[in-house]
Nanobody, 123 residues
Framework: QVELVEAGGGLVQAGGSLRLSCAAS????????MGWYRQAPGKQRELVAG???????NYADSVKGRFAIYRDNAKNTMYMQMNSLKPEDTAVYYC?????????????????WGKGTQVTVSS
């Protein structure tokens, strides 16, 4: 059983900052790529930022220069520092991770999602 738990969302004024965290727990052998997604009301879920196990990152154009994704592999935790927040950043933010688990001599790779954390940016 693997669980992803997000934290750090909240209400902030435009121009403010928040730091999100995503902690993975359970029967984890290794964590591969991780990412943050968001979904605003009436819109599709979109990729905000991703990070590989080696630390390579990619960002949506809308957040480049404002958001920074990083991870602490020793703690099985991913973070995203969000600066210069805008009202259009308002959404539920979800953590996603591709995680390897093992059962005996078998290895399984699955995608897991957190339940999400609300970020609201007021103008």
């Amino acid at each position: 059983q693997v669980e992803l738990v997000e934290a750090g969302g909240g209400l902030v004024q435009a121009g403010g900052s928040l730091r999100l965290s995503c902690a993975a727990s359970g029967s984890i052998f290794s964590i591969n790529a991780m990412g943050w997604y968001r979904q605003a009301p009436g819109k599709q879920r979109e990729l905000v930022a991703g990070i590989t196990s080696g630390g390579s990152t990619n960002y949506a154009d809308s957040v480049k220069g404002r958001f920074a994704i990083y991870r602490d592999n020793a703690k099985n935790t991913m973070y995203m520092q969000m600066n210069s927040l805008k009202p259009e950043d308002t959404a539920v933010y979800y953590c996603n991770a591709n995680i390897d688990t093992r059962s005996g001599s078998y290895s399984y790779s699955n995608n897991y999602w957190g339940k999400g954390t609300q970020v609201t940016v007021s103008s």
